[in-house]
């Protein structure tokens, strides 16, 4: 079956960054494309990119651009969500995600990782 | 501030039926698929509906999923204790370049 399966939780200051994993099993890595979601506690979710493995093609959410970074990883099959520059804005839970029809559903998702930005 | 207008919360007493709404925009719900997803408390969001109407495989077909112009609706007939979550609508946003979610809608079986 298709597993996501995220990195542990982190603690960092304001100004660092984090680098949140996904290791994905139970399919061809390369061929759906990794989302990026996130959920501020008590908040909703907002949509931060994705990324293609087979062609590293990136699409960025305007809102990311120039903090966020998606890399993956294909022999591992794991993907990587790094965030730049972090603030208190920033603590939430971090989700990967994988496309169950179509590259315009959510229907596999990670566990997720909760980020805690705090000084 | 979500870009997708969902109400808060809505209610109902088991066997009944509900509807949550979802507004959105031409940018958005007008020019895009819209998918439904079911959260429970310190969970994963789960994918209920797909492509505006079709049901994710394994999904009790107590829940459907409708679309016209640029709002959506997901429906649960049925209500059931174990409905009890939070539901979010979503959809991909070109000018943004991500998904976009509404705010979620509170469902409490009463």
């Known amino acids: 079956q298709v597993l996501l399966v995220q990195s542990g939780g982190e603690v960092k200051r304001p100004g660092a960054s984090v680098k949140v994993s996904c290791k994905a099993s139970?399919?061809?890595?390369?061929?759906?494309?990794i989302h990026w979601v996130r959920q501020v506690a008590g908040q909703g979710l907002e949509g931060m990119g994705r990324?293609?493995?087979?062609?590293?093609?990136?699409v960025y959410r305007q809102k990311f651009q120039g903090r966020v970074t998606m890399t993956t990883d294909t022999p591992t099959s794991t993907a990587y969500m790094e965030l730049n520059n972090l603030t208190s804005e920033d603590t939430a839970v971090y989700y990967c995600?994988?496309?169950?029809?179509?590259?315009?559903?959510?229907?596999?998702w990670g566990q997720g990782t909760l980020v805690t930005v705090s000084s | 501030q979500s870009v997708l207008t969902q109400p808060p919360s809505v209610s109902g007493a088991p066997r009944q039926r509900v509807a949550i709404s979802c507004s959105g925009s031409?940018?958005?719900?007008?020019?895009?698929?819209v998918n439904w997803y079911q959260q429970v408390p310190g969970k994963a969001p789960k994918l209920l509906i797909y492509?505006?109407?079709l049901l994710t495989s394994g999904v009790s077909d107590r829940f459907s999923g409708s679309k016209s112009g640029t709002s959506a609706s997901l429906a649960i007939s049925g209500l059931q204790s174990e409905d009890e979550a939070d539901y979010f609508c979503?959809?991909?946003?070109?000018?943004?370049?991500?998904?976009?979610f509404g705010a979620g809608t509170k469902l409490t079986v009463l």
């Open positions: 995600a994988r496309g169950r029809y179509s590259g315009y559903d959510l229907g596999y």
């Open positions: 990324m293609s493995p087979r062609s590293g093609h990136t």
């Open positions: 031409s940018s958005n719900i007008g020019s895009n698929v």
């Open positions: 979503a959809t991909w946003d070109d000018s943004l370049n991500g998904w976009i």
């Open positions: 139970g399919y061809t890595f390369s061929d759906f494309d």
């Open positions: 492509y505006d109407d």
